[in-house]
């Protein structure tokens, strides 16, 4: 019997598959086709090349709090220590929690003054037993400390060591993948095509070379270069002005590399694009007919094919750019909470003005804290 679909990478016969998501579900798309890729191939990706992509763009999507195409959460960094070497687990949305107990003394007139910070209540036999390994004479004990326990939010002070690792064979046969599903949801019988075998396999197996696909970014991309719904796009585009079959994926507004898929294609122009908004807070969210300029995009024989000195300076550039626009949003974000916490306080007897009053006070708080920093740096 004919089967309706040939997977793009193993170019076998298959019934509907469960789906793929064109580009990876972690980073919040919602295409998904179930006539180009088989449920094995998928089922391997899904354990393999799309986790490597994951991880290297864990740091961004955590920051953003960006949830996946199917609703999920992004990941929560544990163990990310600060510059006074005290451990935070990062949750969604770059929100910083204690991840072990910290213990800090300060001599007073009569003695000493301990504190012990946690990160949730979990934590607290942990800071019992780590107190009494501190000072062994003073036998503190769970209610005893159940009883002093006060709560606290704050601003962090000091700075967060995030490394992210952009790179790699895994991360780059995943980014690649999301520009030949593209290729294969518009034209599959332009994808099944010989010239894409040898792509095919580096998705498929990890056979050959990153090399061979992938350029890194020679200078920091032009605005016009790249259509936008929002601060923080994915952006796929794949395009063949003949020989060649060429295009680009970028994550988060900026972290990207120039691909190239073919090098002997014979057949007709094309030039496909997807543009996704990873915060869904755009109209449209995501497009699949983005309005681009091939000629315009990152070129890859301009591209560098290894990551040395000034592709560094290049990346770095763009992920400063990356963090002044996470910070323009982190800030609106808590003037909001700021804002909703206070109107949404129940307590009935205060006026207006006493709100107002308790709104500018938290608001002149993070301001001061924001100010500290930047005299910091
Ligand atoms: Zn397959």
Redesign the pocket.
């Known amino acids: 019997m004919i089967k309706p679909h040939t997977?793009i990478?193993?170019k076998?016969g298959?019934e509907d598959s469960y789906g793929e998501h064109i580009l990876q579900n972690f980073l919040g798309a919602r295409w998904v086709s179930k006539k180009i890729?088989?449920n094995?191939?998928q089922s391997q990706f899904g354990s393999s090349i799309d986790v490597a992509l994951e991880k290297g763009l864990q740091e961004f999507r955590n920051l953003l709090g960006s949830k996946g195409g199917r609703g999920g959460d992004g990941p929560t960094l544990k163990g990310i220590s600060d510059t006074e070497g005290v451990k935070y687990n990062l949750k969604p949305g770059g929100i910083p929690e204690v991840s072990a107990p910290v213990i800090k003394s300060q001599e007073i007139p009569f003695g000493t003054h301990i504190k012990g910070i946690i990160g949730n209540t979990k934590q607290l036999e942990w800071l019992v037993h780590e107190l009494n390994k501190y000072c062994p004479n003073a036998n503190i004990d769970l209610a005893q400390i159940r009883a002093n326990i006060t709560s606290e939010q704050g601003y962090l002070e000091s700075y967060l060591h995030l490394q992210p690792t952009i790179g790699g064979a895994d991360y780059f046969r995943g980014l690649l993948k999301s520009a030949f599903n593209l290729l294969g949801a518009n034209a599959s019988n332009i994808a099944l095509l010989p010239c894409f075998d040898c792509v095919r396999n580096f998705i498929l197996n990890g056979s050959g070379s990153a090399d061979t696909f992938i350029r890194w970014y020679s200078s920091f991309p032009e605005t016009d270069m790249i259509p936008i719904l929002s601060n923080f796009d994915h952006f796929v585009c794949v395009y063949s002005n003949g020989c060649n079959v060429d295009g680009l994926v970028q994550f988060f507004g900026g972290i990207g590399h120039i691909i190239r898929l073919a090098d002997s294609y014979e057949g007709e122009k094309f030039k496909f694009g997807y543009l996704v908004n990873p915060l869904r807070d755009s109209e449209p969210a995501e497009t699949r007919i983005p309005d681009f300029n091939s000629a315009l995009v990152p070129q890859f024989d301009d591209g560098y094919i290894k990551p040395g000195q000034e592709v560094r300076t290049v990346y770095k550039a763009i992920i400063d750019a990356f963090l002044i626009k996470y910070s323009e949003l982190s800030v609106n974000k808590e003037i909001c909470r700021i804002i909703d916490e206070e109107i949404n306080s129940n307590d009935q007897n205060e006026t207006i003005q006493q709100i107002g009053v308790k709104i500018a006070e938290k608001l002149a708080l993070f301001i001061a804290s924001r100010n500290n920093r930047k005299n910091e740096i």
């Open positions: 997977c990478y193993e076998v298959f890729v088989c094995e191939a």
